[in-house]
């Protein structure tokens, strides 16, 4: 069985745009990256529930951009709907298949939007909001918006800032208009980046790029309050050097988290308490490339593709679903500034 990979990349080097690779799970084995569209910098990427659209950060006349693109009637992957604004483009995107809803997060403005999107992929903007305060890393001089993305129940939008040590839960009305109904302030450097939650809807797993951490928070759906109950490195203490916590995943059954470093240049591995979702380490294995920025787990949960943004190779791992631990099938496949990975 194959199944199809989209790759977001920087577009500062070799990258021409977004690329997609095939995983073949029978022969245990990822093809070639190809080409598919022209883009600027589309560093993240995400698709509709249908997956007939595909959206993306990018660039557009040295403005940020968030772009649609979908297949024609000659089944080529064609832009059909653009919108920018001046500065920097956002770091994140996501979609919302009960209200049409793009939603993006903005490193360097430090802000949330929300957009409006159809069947053919136009876009709206409806709605931003731009975080306000800073802490105590040299990083966090202003915010830094780095994930905005729904509950599991859709319910609330959550949005991590680095540059605020906070994790923000927003109430989203149909028309795209934004209100603040919580935020947790977690320990100054910490540099929130992204978070998962566990299938119970009641546990989200937060990583703090900064401290290289992971706080395990207790999450009340009806409130949209989150409450920290753990902190795990995800690190060895005798790494003293830079490190940078990068992506994060949860198995589909929730009894493994997955975490990348960009620095130690590793995938750490949590097993989850079935009794009161806490994690354990299993184990810290090298990614076999540099700056692991992103990572994901295939459908089936068998396999780990990783990206590495400096050494232009993608690493395909086996996973064993009963200990959580990977072992390595393939680590040089060729795929030019990966920072994405997104299995359709």
Do not use: W
């Not at 990258?15 to 997609?20: N, Q």
């Not at 772009?67 to 919302?96: H, L, M, T």
């Amino acid at each position: 069985m194959n199944e199809t990979i989209y790759l977001g990349t920087y577009t500062k080097k070799e990258s021409k745009g977004i690329y997609k690779i095939q995983l073949d799970t029978d022969k245990k084995k990822l093809t070639e990256s190809s080409f598919l569209v022209r883009a600027d910098n589309p560093t993240y990427l995400t698709l509709s529930d249908d997956k007939d659209r595909l959206y993306s950060i990018s660039k557009e006349n040295g403005d940020g951009a968030l772009v649609a693109f979908k297949r024609n009637e000659s089944n080529e992957i064609i832009q059909s709907g653009i919108v920018s604004a001046e500065g920097a483009p956002p770091c994140y995107v996501s979609y919302d298949k009960v209200r049409s809803f793009v939603y993006t997060a903005n490193y360097h403005k430090g802000e949330v939007s929300v957009f409006k999107t159809d069947k053919e992929g136009h876009l709206t903007l409806l709605d931003t909001v731009k975080h306000s305060g800073s802490s105590i890393h040299e990083n966090q001089k202003i915010p830094h918006a780095h994930y905005f993305d729904l509950s599991p129940d859709g319910r609330y939008v959550i949005a991590c800032d680095l540059g605020t040590d906070a994790v923000y839960t927003y109430s989203v009305d149909n028309n795209g208009q934004l209100s603040e109904v919580n935020c947790l302030d977690v320990t100054p450097g910490t540099g929130p980046r992204h978070l998962v939650f566990h299938p119970n809807q009641k546990t989200a797993y937060l990583f703090g790029e900064l401290s290289s951490e992971i706080i395990t928070l207790h999450y009340d759906l009806n409130t949209g309050v989150f409450t920290p109950v753990q902190t795990t490195p995800t690190i060895p203490t005798e790494h003293i050097s830079f490190n940078g916590g990068a992506a994060i995943r949860i198995s589909q059954d929730g009894k493994f988290v997955y975490a990348s470093n960009r620095g130690h240049d590793s995938i750490a591995v949590f097993k989850v308490s079935s009794k009161d979702q806490l994690l354990k380490l299993v184990e810290i294995v090298h990614s076999e490339g540099k700056i692991p920025r992103d990572f994901d787990l295939d459908p089936t949960g068998k396999f780990v593709v990783v990206a590495h943004q400096d050494s232009d190779n993608l690493t395909l791992f086996e996973r064993n679903q009963d200990t959580g631990k990977l072992s390595l099938l393939q680590k040089d496949v060729y795929a030019p500034e990966c920072v994405c990975v997104h299995f359709r």
